[in-house]
């Protein structure tokens, strides 16, 4: 039974992950400050982890939340393109700084293994489709620079001082537990909102533009996987994602489909910060991890219209 660290396991995919992490039978401790995650994820296992509730950005925080620790799993962030352009200092301080604890501690107490969470978004708007790891990043938001700085800083430590992280990028995650209440929520749950709550949909830009949406349970494998991934993993970067594409207006119209309710489109222009197009490369991960897509797009938006609705 291995004993494992979620930075940020209330937040979406975290609470995601230490669900998946109990159901393997592993001891799970959770470290976060409920600024963006909520209790109500871990809820229903609540008396089944270790809760600190605590702050990456406090040194002493992350060393006690590392006692007896074997694996870190690190989801914690500010995780808002528009959010870090509102405030880019407490994003640098959260996402670099933090993660720059976590790393130097986990170092210092013989972590095992260092998975760390980063985005799709260090891509920005290198127009090469699909984005394969090896690309020249361009970051367009503070969100994204903080993130790659992140992945640098994990490989850094892999390199200098031996420590086996492994960094997952993250293309456009959606599923159960991601709130739809923000003002810096995410697309998806918006959708499903303007469904509940017979409402139009905000779209920023005219609705062609593309992503890699990924159902979070394909994330969660993605995790689950690190943990036994072999020496080639270590210090490298992984995309995580289901390697296709749908457009913004095709998404609306899949969900209005499958929801019986017309969803009326309201469009204003892009926001700074926002990519055009996005897809992912995923023949390393399949390659060296053994990584497949376990939920292709539309059966996730089925699934999430369960949860949602």
Known sequence: MAKILVTGGAGFIGSNLV???????????????????????????????????????????????????????????????????????????????????????????????????????????????????????????????????????????????????????????????????SQYSAFIPKVFSSVKNKNFITIFGDGNQTRDFTYVSNVVHANILSLKASEEAFGEVFNVACGERISVNELVEYVSTITGYKIEKKYLPPRAGDVRDSMADIEKIKRIMKYDVLVRVKEGLKKSMEFYL
């Open 19 to 181: 669900k998946a992490l109990l159901e393997d039978n592993n001891e799970v401790r959770v470290l976060d400050n409920f600024s963006t995650g909520k209790r109500e994820n871990i809820l229903p296992f609540l008396n089944r982890i270790e809760l600190v509730e605590g702050d990456i950005r406090s040194y002493h925080t992350v060393m006690l939340s590392l006692k007896d620790i074997d694996y870190v799993f690190h989801q914690a962030a500010l995780p808002s393109v528009p959010r870090s352009i509102n405030d880019p200092i407490t994003t640098n301080d959260v996402n670099i700084v933090g993660t720059l604890n976590l790393l130097q501690c986990s170092k210092d107490m013989n972590i095992k293994r260092f998975i760390f969470a980063s985005s799709s978004s260090i891509y920005g708007d290198n127009p090469i489709i699909p984005k394969v790891e090896t690309l020249e990043p361009k970051p367009k938001s503070p969100y994204a620079l903080t993130k790659l700085t992140g992945e640098y800083y994990s490989s850094i430590f892999y390199k200098i001082y031996g420590l086996k992280t492994i960094s997952l990028r993250y293309f456009n995650v959606f599923g159960e537990n991601q709130d739809p209440m």
